[in-house]
Structures are given as structure tokens and as C-alpha cells.
């Protein structure tokens, strides 16, 4: 059965820990740190200085921009 974006975005926010090491408020306290302000800087920013996959990325930027 698909998952609602919701859905998805709650399921990976779960996951993160386990998958990257870190969680979500740690992902976003290294977001705040980039002084990024776009959503592209700061997906670009966690994949290359952290090499966090594009998909963990995304949800982070979607978090720290609240968009």
C-alpha cells in the first residue's frame, strides 16, 4: 500500500538515526550551522560535507525551511 508523503516523511524521520547516525534536530542544528538559506544550498551542503544520501537531505531542508 503507498504511503502518503506524510507518511513517508514521518517514516524516514524515524529512521534517520539508524540510517545516518544522526536525528532529525541534530541534522537540523548542522542546517542552521551551513548558514544556508535555500532549499538547493542546503541539500547540497549535507550531501557533500556529510554525504548524506539525496533523499534524507531533502527532508532535512523541507524541516529547516518549513516548506
Given at each position: 500500500?503507498?504511503?502518503?508523503?506524510e507518511?513517508?516523511a514521518?517514516?524516514?524521520?524515524?529512521?534517520?538515526k539508524e540510517k545516518?547516525?544522526?536525528t532529525?534536530?541534530?541534522?537540523l542544528?548542522?542546517?542552521?550551522k551551513?548558514?544556508a538559506?535555500k532549499?538547493?544550498?542546503v541539500?547540497?551542503?549535507?550531501?557533500?560535507?556529510?554525504?548524506?544520501?539525496?533523499?534524507f537531505a531533502?527532508l532535512?531542508?523541507?524541516?529547516?525551511l518549513?516548506?
Amino acid at each position: 500500500m503507498a504511503q502518503s508523503p506524510e507518511e513517508a516523511a514521518a517514516a524516514m524521520i524515524a529512521n534517520m538515526k539508524e540510517k545516518t547516525g544522526k536525528t532529525l534536530d541534530q541534522w537540523l542544528a548542522l542546517a542552521r550551522k551551513s548558514g544556508a538559506q535555500k532549499h538547493g544550498q542546503v541539500v547540497s551542503h549535507l550531501k557533500s560535507e556529510y554525504g548524506l544520501t539525496h533523499g534524507f537531505a531533502n527532508l532535512v531542508a523541507h524541516k529547516y525551511l518549513k516548506s
